[in-house]
Nanobody, 119 residues
């Protein structure tokens, strides 16, 4: 099972980006999925999380600006980021609790995608 994160880039403050986290392999289901970020010299921060049922939670710093959503048919989770600020600059990674076809479950990390917001 692999997670492929994409969608990062360079954007001006106030702009938008949409990150995607797509799971591939012998997947039975993606359960809870979270986006984390880590800026240079800072600790990793939980940005947003979505449950298998679609319940969401956000870090206070992104509430009202970021939206996490999922497409279960595509085994993909999205992070829509609006009104971006320079302090959103970081490497973003997704983490998913995945159940495979053998019904075993485990946590999988995607590779990071860089988001850079210029002022």
């Amino acid at each position: 099972v692999q997670l492929q994160a994409s969608g990062g880039g360079l954007v001006q403050a106030g702009g938008s980006l949409r990150l995607s986290c797509a799971a591939s392999g012998s997947i039975f289901s993606m359960n809870a999925v979270a986006w984390y970020r880590q800026a240079p010299g800072k600790e990793r921060e939980l940005v947003a999380i979505i449950s298998s049922g679609g319940s969401t939670n956000y870090a206070d710093s992104v509430k009202g600006r970021f939206t996490i959503s999922r497409d279960n048919a595509k085994n993909t989770v999205y992070l829509q980021m609006n009104s971006l600020k320079p302090e959103d600059t970081a490497v973003y990674r997704c983490n998913a609790d995945v159940t495979v076809t053998s019904r075993s479950s485990f946590s999988v990390w995607g590779q990071g995608t860089q988001v850079t917001v210029s002022s």
